[in-house]
């Protein structure tokens, strides 16, 4: 059984740096062909896709996060991280890891990703 799990800071302050991590157990994040991805949902909106890390490495960015975004990953410890820079009030939302078989760039429902994490709230604040 897969599992997924986020980790970070739950508070972070205006024009900061967001960084989370998603740890994975149960698989490695190298395995063919899975996709790692970043989705967050803000308070009272839908879900929003921010970019995949990929098994072999190759990373996709929502084109209107693209420039305060960055995914890397850490294949020793089997994990990955997003990093958000800039942060506003906007970016206060619910950040999730999942994992897909396909590159996913509007999510629609959330069974198009076979495993989640579960979710930790991101706030920014001064």
């Known amino acids: 059984q897969v599992q997924l799990q986020e980790s970070g800071p739950g508070l972070v302050k205006p024009s900061q740096t967001l960084s989370l991590a998603c740890t994975v157990s149960?698989?490695?994040?190298?395995?063919?062909?899975?996709?790692w991805n970043w989705i967050r949902q803000p308070p009272g909106k839908g879900l929003e896709w921010m970019g995949a890390?990929?098994?072999?490495?190759?990373?996709y960015y929502n084109p209107s996060l693209k420039s305060r975004t960055s995914i890397s990953r850490d294949t020793s410890k089997n994990l990955f991280t997003l990093q958000l820079s800039s942060v506003t009030n906007e970016d206060t939302a619910v950040y999730y890891c999942?994992?897909?078989?396909?590159?996913?760039?509007?999510?629609?429902?959330?069974?198009?990703?076979?495993?989640w994490g579960q979710g930790t709230q991101v706030t920014v604040s001064s």
């Open positions: 999942a994992r897909s078989e396909y590159l996913i760039a509007v999510v629609t429902t959330k069974d198009e990703f076979d495993y």
């Open positions: 149960g698989g490695s994040i190298t395995a063919d062909f899975y996709y």
């Open positions: 890390i990929t098994y072999s490495g190759s990373i």
